[in-house]
């Protein structure tokens, strides 16, 4: 059973601010590229359900920063599931500086709250996890990593 889902991330240039450091917003979009990436690489079948009329309804999401990064820092942020209810999950997010010797310096951790809806826009309702994403999300049910 795996603990979370990593996805690998080398901060650039434009994802820093006046003063050298991340930008805190791009938090929040490494959130969503990882919950993207993992759709890709775990449940593929999802991704079709979003071309028909699934939606995920991004509902909550938050950071709470312990270091501060730069340009050409190595991250894995990684995912896990929090809760999974009927209609709703909840992921985790631990942010991992990656140093060359091997060590790790957890510098962040987030959170996402998602609602699964179906229907055109102007009436969309609450939906069921898809089944393939909740087999998907199973093994990622686990404690975050403490820093």
């Given amino acids: 059973m795996e603990s979370y889902y ?3 991330h080398t ?3 434009e994802e820093t601010n006046i003063v050298g450091n ?3 917003v791009n938090y929040l979009r490494w959130q969503g590229r990882c919950r993207e990436m993992f759709l890709r690489d775990r449940a ?5 359900d979003l ?3 699934l939606k995920l309804f991004t509902l909550r999401v938050d950071c709470e920063f312990f270091a501060e990064i730069t340009a050409f820092d190595d991250l894995a942020i990684r995912m896990r599931l929090v809760e999974l209810a009927q209609t709703q999950i909840e992921f985790g997010f631990d942010y991992v500086r ?3 010797d091997g060590g790790e310096t957890l510098i962040a951790r987030g959170s996402q709250r998602v ?3 179906r229907g055109p826009n102007t009436r969309t309702v609450p939906a069921r996890v898809p089944e393939a994403l909740a087999r998907a999300l199973e093994s990622y049910q686990r404690a975050p990593v403490r820093g």
């Fill in 11 to 13: 901060v650039g240039f």
């Fill in 22 to 24: 991340v930008y805190y």
């Fill in 44 to 48: 593929p079948e999802v991704l079709a």
């Fill in 6 to 8: 990593e996805h690998r």
């Fill in 98 to 100: 990656l140093d060359a």
């Fill in 115 to 117: 609602a699964c809806m």
């Fill in 51 to 53: 071309q028909d009329d």
